[in-house]
C-alpha cells in the first residue's frame, strides 16, 4: 500500500500551512519554504502554480495519494450539486478523520494508524480501513480491550475538554462519538478552497 514518505514538515513550510496537524511543525519556528533560496521566494496567488498550490494543501491535509485525492474530486464532480462542498463533505466523513475530529488522536496521522491497527469500531463492529466513509448516526468508538493501550496516555485527559465538530457528539467516559449529521458548511469554509482543485483537475 502506498503512502507519503516526504518529511512533512518540509511540506507544510512549502505550502505555507501547517498540514501535519504537530503542536512543534517546523513552520512555528520557521515560516520560509525550504531551500536556500527560501526566504526569498514569492508566494504564488494565481493562475496554475496557485491551484495546483491548493491542492497539495488538501492533498497533504488529509494524507492522501495523488491517485486517492482524484478519486474524490472525480466522485464529487459526478455527484449532482456543489461540487467543492461534495468534496470538503467526502473528505470530512472519512473515518480517519472522524477519529481525528472526536479527539481520539492529535494528528490525522495517527488516527489513521490507530484505523489500520484495528483500534476502531463503527457500530460495533471492527473497521481498519481509513477511507471508509462514515453516515449519519453511525457510532464511531475505541475498542474495548483497547482503550487502557499507552497510545492513549497522550490524549486521556484533553478527552473531556476537546471540543468536537458541531456535526459530531463525543462521550468522553464511553470513548465513543456520534454522527449527528454532515459537517456544517460553515465549519468547512475554513478548510480549503476547493475552487481551484476543481479547475485544476478541469484543464
Given at each position: ?145 483497547k482503550r487502557e493501550s499507552k497510545l492513549f496516555d497522550t490524549v486521556r485527559e484533553s478527552l473531556a475538554s476537546r471540543e468536537t465538530p458541531s456535526w459530531l457528539r463525543f462521550d468522553p467516559a464511553a470513548w465513543s462519538g456520534t454522527v449527528l449529521g454532515k459537517p456544517n458548511t460553515e ?17
Amino acid at each position: 500500500m502506498g503512502r507519503i514518505t516526504k518529511r512533512t514538515c518540509t511540506v507544510c513550510r512549502r505550502l505555507g500551512m501547517s498540514v501535519c496537524g504537530r503542536e512543534r511543525c517546523a513552520l512555528k519556528r520557521r515560516g520560509t519554504p525550504p531551500g536556500v533560496h527560501g526566504a526569498s521566494a514569492r508566494r504564488v496567488s494565481a493562475g496554475f502554480a496557485f491551484q495546483l498550490q491548493e491542492k497539495q494543501k488538501a492533498r497533504h491535509l488529509y494524507g492522501l495519494l495523488e491517485r486517492q485525492f482524484r478519486a474524490y474530486v472525480e466522485r464529487a464532480t459526478a455527484t449532482k450539486g456543489d461540487t467543492g462542498l461534495l468534496l470538503k463533505e467526502l473528505l470530512e466523513m472519512r473515518l480517519d478523520n472522524v477519529v481525528y475530529r472526536l479527539g481520539l488522536t492529535k494528528t490525522r496521522a495517527a488516527a489513521r494508524q490507530l484505523v489500520n491497527h484495528g483500534h476502531v469500531e463503527v457500530n460495533g463492529k471492527r473497521i481498519d480501513i481509513p477511507s471508509y466513509q462514515v453516515r449519519p448516526n453511525d457510532v464511531v468508538s475505541v475498542r474495548m480491550e483497547k482503550r487502557e493501550s499507552k497510545l492513549f496516555d497522550t490524549v486521556r485527559e484533553s478527552l473531556a475538554s476537546r471540543e468536537t465538530p458541531s456535526w459530531l457528539r463525543f462521550d468522553p467516559a464511553a470513548w465513543s462519538g456520534t454522527v449527528l449529521g454532515k459537517p456544517n458548511t460553515e465549519e468547512l469554509r475554513m478548510l480549503f478552497d476547493p475552487r481551484p482543485i476543481i479547475e485544476f483537475y478541469s484543464r
